[in-house]
Nanobody, 122 residues
Framework: QLQLVESGGGVVQPGGSLRLSCTAS????????IGWFRQIPGQDREGLGY????????TLAHSVKGRFAISRDNAKNTVYLQMNSLRPEDTAMYSC???????????????WGQGTQVTVSS
């Protein structure tokens, strides 16, 4: 099974920035759609966006469009989630996932990382 590891989470003040990384081991990512998701305790997982396998199609949810960006570095086997202008409501566990279809729904993905916590607080 494809293994994914997220990193880059932490505590940041409102208005700050973080860059999360999603790195694959055992397999390469160049043939996979990579999605980013977040989940607040007690709530359903929210899809943030995805990067197509070629990297030429990046779709973001309206809730983060203009603040977040997804990029891919196949040479490093890594997909990034750049997070700017962070707000307290962005606090969540952030996870990446690999799939075969360019969809924002979590149901389209089967291979998941363990997640990295992002906390936005003053």
């Amino acid at each position: 099974q494809l293994q994914l590891v997220e990193s880059g989470g932490g505590v940041v003040q409102p208005g700050g920035s973080l860059r999360l990384s999603c790195t694959a081991s055992g397999f390469t990512l160049n043939r996979y759609v990579i999605g980013w998701f977040r989940q607040i305790p007690g709530q359903d997982r929210e899809g943030l966006g995805y990067s197509s396998s070629s990297g030429d199609d990046t779709t973001l949810a309206h809730s983060v469009k203009g603040r977040f960006a997804i990029s891919r570095d196949n040479a490093k086997n890594t997909v990034y989630l750049q997070m700017n202008s962070l707000r307290p409501e962005d606090t969540a566990m952030y996870s990446c996932a690999a799939g075969n279809h360019p969809l924002i729904s979590a149901w389209a993905y089967e291979n998941w990382g363990q997640g990295t916590q992002v906390t936005v607080s003053s």
